[in-house]
């Protein structure tokens, strides 16, 4: 299945194998990663997310949501840097961007997210790949309400696999037919959201 981005919380960022199988097959990614992941700053010399952020001025920071909630528009103040992962190149034709997510209500509450994607990419498309994760989790709460997906014991890796994947394929067609509803239903035009 073809996809253009993959996107992942800290708990997929800090792998490194992880992050090299997508440099050796070119694949585009924003992952969560955290505070302490080795990067080098422009100038090659080592440093971490954190001490990156530190040196920033305060006026880097726009305001831009990465997607629609479930209480409307989750809007965030946002800054990017280019970074280079130590010992981990990126792949062909592909940069790192290290991107810093500030809570609007509680500033001191900040996220990291690695992005490899495409020289030239615009970052409010690295951003709107970041605010994915939230319908990943939100795919995985639905299933687990709806289709039993958490409802098994784990005895077994066999069963477990065949009744995630049964619930999975259900899921994948219950979105499928609702998304089928909705193409016959008029729709207003997309506008950029009011953060």
């Known amino acids: 299945m073809p996809f253009r981005y993959f996107a992942a919380d800290a708990g997929y960022g800090r792998d490194p194998r992880l992050r090299a199988w997508c440099h050796d097959h070119t694949v585009a990614y924003v992952l969560a990663v955290p505070v302490d992941l080795p990067l080098l700053d422009a100038r090659g010399r080592p440093t971490r997310p954190d001490q990156l952020l530190a040196g920033l001025s305060k006026a880097v920071w726009e305001r831009r949501s990465c997607g629609e909630g479930t209480k409307g528009e989750r809007c965030y103040d946002w800054t990017a840097v280019a970074v280079q992962v130590k010992d981990q190149p990126a792949g062909d034709g592909h940069t790192h961007t290290l991107l810093v997510r500030r809570s609007v209500g509680k500033p001191t509450e900040i996220e990291y ?83």
């Open 113 to 195: 997210f690695l992005a490899h994607a495409p020289e030239h990419t615009a970052i409010p498309e690295l951003i709107a790949v970041a605010g994915m994760r939230w319908k990943i989790e939100e795919n995985n709460e639905r299933g687990t309400d709806l289709l039993g997906l958490g409802e098994y014991q784990v005895r077994n890796p066999t069963p477990w696999h065949r009744h995630v994947t049964c619930a999975m394929f259900a899921q994948a067609f219950l979105a499928v037919t609702r998304a089928q509803a909705d193409l016959g239903k008029d729709h207003p035009p997309q506008e950029e959201p009011a953060c």
